[in-house]
């Protein structure tokens, strides 16, 4: 009866330590978790910002321009300005893949 006490005592303190070793590692995971969670945001959250910054057009200030010559300043001023918001919205894409 004894050694069954004893067994029984040691089986307690083997599987506290178990769950205390469960509770550090559960708690390690939730870290990491939010910590990637917080890169991910911050690093979409940084990409968006650089969208905003994107030029969709550049109005002459210079000199006056033809209705024809304007459009082609927007028109290409566009274009790059799609070009770099379709870099960036691939860039979101795989962040939040």
Same mark, same amino acid.
């Given at each position: 009866?004894?050694?069954?006490?004893?067994?029984?005592?040691?089986?307690?303190?083997?599987?506290?330590?178990?769950?205390?070793?469960?509770? @550090? @590692?559960?708690?390690?995971?939730?870290?990491?978790?939010?910590?990637?969670?917080?890169?991910?945001?911050?690093?979409?959250?940084l990409v968006l910002e650089e969208m905003?910054?994107v030029q969709l057009y550049d109005l002459? @200030?210079?000199?006056?321009?033809?209705?024809?010559?304007?459009?082609?300043?927007?028109?290409?001023?566009?274009?790059?300005?799609?070009? @770099?918001?379709?870099?960036?919205?691939?860039?979101?894409?795989?962040?939040?893949?």
């Amino acid at each position: 009866m004894f050694y069954l006490r004893l067994s029984y005592d040691r089986l307690l303190l083997v599987v506290g330590a178990v769950i205390d070793e469960c509770r @550090t @590692t559960m708690e390690d995971i939730r870290y990491l978790a939010e910590r990637c969670r917080d890169i991910l945001l911050y690093r979409i959250e940084l990409v968006l910002e650089e969208m905003t910054k994107v030029q969709l057009y550049d109005l002459p @200030t210079d000199e006056p321009v033809t209705t024809d010559e304007f459009l082609q300043l927007i028109e290409a001023c566009c274009q790059n300005g799609a070009q @770099t918001l379709a870099k960036y919205d691939i860039s979101i894409i795989r962040l939040v893949k």
